[in-house]
Every structure is written in C-alpha cells, then in structure tokens.
C-alpha cells in the first residue's frame, strides 16, 4: 500500500519543525516495518503538494497545527482513505471554546472560563502550548481564560475507530483504543507556559477514571484516528485540550508498544481495532525526538 504521510511544519513553521520531524520518522518507520510505501510532501506549497500527491496514494495521514487540520484533511477525503480524524471534527476541535461546551453538554468536566484576575490565557484557535500563558491581564482578541487548575499534567493517546457510510446506522466499531498514559513535562518560564515532551506510561491512582474520562471525550467528540487528550487529575479530572492528530507522545509510545502504530492506524480506520495493546518499559521522551529508556 502507498501512504502519505504529510506533516506541515518540517517545511512551514520552524519553531514546530524538529518536533513534527520527530513524528513523521516514527510513523514512516512504522509503516515501512508493514511493508507499505512512505511518501511526503516536498518544499512548497502544502495545500498543492497534498493536491499532487493524495490521488497517487491508497491512504494518507495528515499532521498540521489544529487551526490548519481540518482543511487539509478535507483535501485528503477528496481523494484518499484519510487515516486520521474527519475534517468536520478537526474543525470543531480547533475551537477550544467550543469543544468546551461540547464537553461539558456531555458531563466531561473543563475549565472554568474568567475574565477577572490570575488565569490561564489561550488561544481560542491555537496549538499545544503556544500563546498559552498566566496572568491577570485580560485576554486578547482570539483569546479566552480560564481558572488555573492544580494536578498532575497526563495526556492519554487513544485510536478511536472509523465507521464509513452506511454502516454507521447500524454498526458499532467499539470504544477508542486507549494506547497510553502520559506524564507531560510541561514548565512556567515568566509566566508562559512550555512544554518539553514527557514520560510514558505513566502511573496514577486515578489511571482507571482517567482513561474513562479519555475515552467519553474522544466518542462525544467523534474523533477517529490518533487523538490525544489532555487532562489536569488533581481534586478533579479535567480535560483541557483535545488534539485530533498525532501528537508528540506517541514518540514515546513506540518505543515501548509492541504493536506497529501503523498497522493499528490502518485496523482502526476499517473499525477493526484490538481491545488493548503490549506496553513494555517505560521512557523519557522529548519533544525534538530523543528517547531515554528509564
């Protein structure tokens, strides 16, 4: 099989640039252990590139900042099997806002939104922690605030299954396929706030209620593919942004799941995925792609 892999900020945002790399080589390597044919866009425009290259594919996967995901997935559907989330959810999830409300409509617990006194300040339409800041100022155009909440910072890396056309009145695939725990490392630098990469699989006492909550929001949402949820577990289990993409954690999660992310990519996207899967060790992992086993 031909697979696109397509990720926008090797060649379009350099802050971002090591960090997508770092993804797009463990994919590549995944889907070439299964014996399938890896291509990827070249220097340019990546609308085009996705144009030129999607009808040549058997299936794609698009990686891109979340306000960028669902217009190059909508590409990919015209012309392939998307591997990844529909366009549609993409586009809701890039709202924080919105998904909020969706979430909260659906029991999941969110942030507090304020405009008054010490708060996180993020991007309505923004990209991990990018923007993301604390301070008493108000939030800017764009921009939204939100009660500071104290816990551990977790991500959970889920595979929600696809079910395509017809069979969608009478089939159910099953729950999201729960990859991994994560710890992020995520630090204050005068007030903004960085994320550094993080360990996995991480322990919690609350780990059953934790990939519970993970779960419930990629269903209520609709997201298929690789989703990542984030979540503050202190008093309270809080979700705090969904990404409907790969995302940095599953740098670490290869390194430690016997099972190939490829092939379970391409069984989640035909709704045949495992009940579970083989974690073994535990790493350190970086958000520029270096891995210490610990």
């Known amino acids: 099989m031909r697979v696109l892999l397509a990720e926008y900020t090797r060649f379009h945002d350099p802050a971002l640039a090591a960090e997508g790399e770092a993804m797009v080589r463990v994919l590549a390597g995944s889907f070439r252990r299964c014996g399938h044919e890896v291509i990827s ?86 990209c991990g922690s990018i923007g993301v800041r604390l301070s008493e100022e108000a939030p800017g155009e764009g ?65 059953g209620e934790i990939l519970e909550v993970a779960k419930k929001t990629v269903k209520v949402l609709g997201c298929q593919g690789y989703a990542g949820v984030d979540l503050v577990c202190g008093d309270r289990i809080t979700v705090v942004d969904v990404n409907p993409r790969i995302t940095t954690s599953l740098i670490g999660i290869a390194a430690v799941m016997k099972e190939e992310i490829a092939d379970l990519l391409i069984r989640g996207s035909h709704g045949q995925l495992p009940p579970q899967v083989h974690l073994e060790g535990r790493v350190r992992f970086s958000k520029d792609g270096e891995v210490t086993r610990l």
């Open 41 to 126: 866009p070249e220097k340019g425009d990546f609308a085009s590139e996705l144009e030129r290259l999607s009808p040549s594919a058997d299936a794609a996967l698009v990686i891109a900042p979340d306000h960028l995901m669902a217009g190059y997935t909508q590409i990919l559907e015209e012309h392939t099997h998307n591997l990844g989330c529909g366009s549609m959810v993409a586009a809701v999830c890039a709202n924080k806002r919105l998904t909020g409300k969706i979430l909260a409509r659906n029991g999941i617990d969110i942030p507090g939104e304020i405009t008054t006194g010490m708060k996180v300040i993020k991007p309505i339409h923004g």
């Open 143 to 207: 921009e939204m605030g939100q009660e500071l909440l104290q816990g551990d910072h977790l991500s959970v890396s889920l595979i929600g299954p696809h079910v395509i056309g017809e069979a969608c009145l009478y089939y159910d695939p099953g729950p999201p396929l729960a990859l991994a725990l994560n710890r992020q490392d995520v630090r204050s630098d005068r007030g903004r706030f960085l994320y550094r990469g993080g360990e996995t699989p991480a322990d919690s006492p609350k780990a």
